[in-house]
T-cell receptor, first 117, second 116 residues
Framework: NAGVMQNPRHLVRRRGQEARLRCSPMKGHSHVYWYRQLPEEGLKFMVYLQKENIIDESGMPKERFSAEFPKEGPSILRIQQVVRGDSAAYFC???????????????FGPGTRLTVL | GNSVTQMEGPVTLSEEAFLTINCTYTATGYPSLFWYVQYPGEGLQLLLKATKADDKGSNKGFEATYRKETTSFHLEKGSVQVSDSAVYFCALSGAYSGAGSYQLTFGKGTKLSVIP
């Protein structure tokens, strides 16, 4: 059973460009979470999605950031007009359907390391 | 709000030494507690978890006990190996019911280096 897949693993963008990060959850999982890890910091929650629905985006910056999880295909985290402060590791996690309970284990992908020049 | 505080690293130990990484939390309600491990260049892997007071999570020789009275979830291992070198994160979720209870709140991480 493949784990959570993220691509690309490393992404370099110049200021003002767009960054698209993709996440494929574990097989059978329908809950997706995105977290951001700044250097020397722990992970911070960004957004929680189910298929075709954003459940909670309370951790997302108000501008330039958006996320989707379409009926078909991976979840996408999109950052428009990137700035140097967006440089971080972005992790996706998934959990099984019918849950979303706080006792659930979230399974993490390897992360995408975004560098903004 | 919810928060997790871990002992600051880095921690350097010799092989077969005893390991303790302290973790305390602040939360309302009854959170679930987790330890995740991150090996260099990789994502987070769940190491162990506990979902109610006095539960003990254990895996690969690591243990942690959910202590509600001291709001702690310290990670211990009796004899560390070089392969245990990694960053360890303490986290909590479900500190309150309703919206957002699934969010994991992480500590800053503790880097462990084990030398032969």
């Amino acid at each position: 059973n493949a784990g959570v897949m993220q691509n690309p693993r490393h992404l370099v963008r110049r200021r003002g460009q767009e960054a698209r990060l993709r996440c494929s959850p574990m097989k059978g999982h329908s809950h997706v979470y995105w977290y951001r890890q700044l250097p020397e910091e722990g992970l911070k929650f960004m957004v929680y999605l189910q298929k075709e629905n954003i459940i909670d985006e309370s951790g997302m910056p108000k501008e330039r950031f958006s996320a989707e999880f379409p009926k078909e295909g991976p979840s996408i985290l999109r950052i428009q007009q990137v700035v140097r402060g967006d440089s971080a590791a972005y992790f996706c996690a998934s959990s099984p359907p019918g849950t979303g309970k706080p006792t659930d284990t979230q399974y993490f992908g390897p992360g995408t390391r975004l560098t903004v020049l | 709000g919810n928060s997790v505080t871990q002992m600051e690293g880095p921690v350097t130990l010799s092989e077969e030494a005893f390991l303790t990484i302290n973790c305390t939390y602040t939360a309302t309600g009854y959170p679930s507690l987790f330890w995740y491990v991150q090996y260099p260049g990789e994502g987070l892997q769940l190491l162990l978890k506990a979902t109610k007071a006095d539960d003990k999570g254990s895996n690969k020789g690591f243990e942690a006990t959910y202590r509600k009275e001291t709001t702690s979830f310290h990670l211990e291992k009796g004899s560390v190996q070089v392969s245990d070198s990694a960053v360890y994160f303490c986290a909590l979720s479900g500190a309150y019911s309703g919206a957002g209870s699934y969010q994991l709140t992480f500590g800053k991480g503790t880097k462990l280096s084990v030398i032969p």
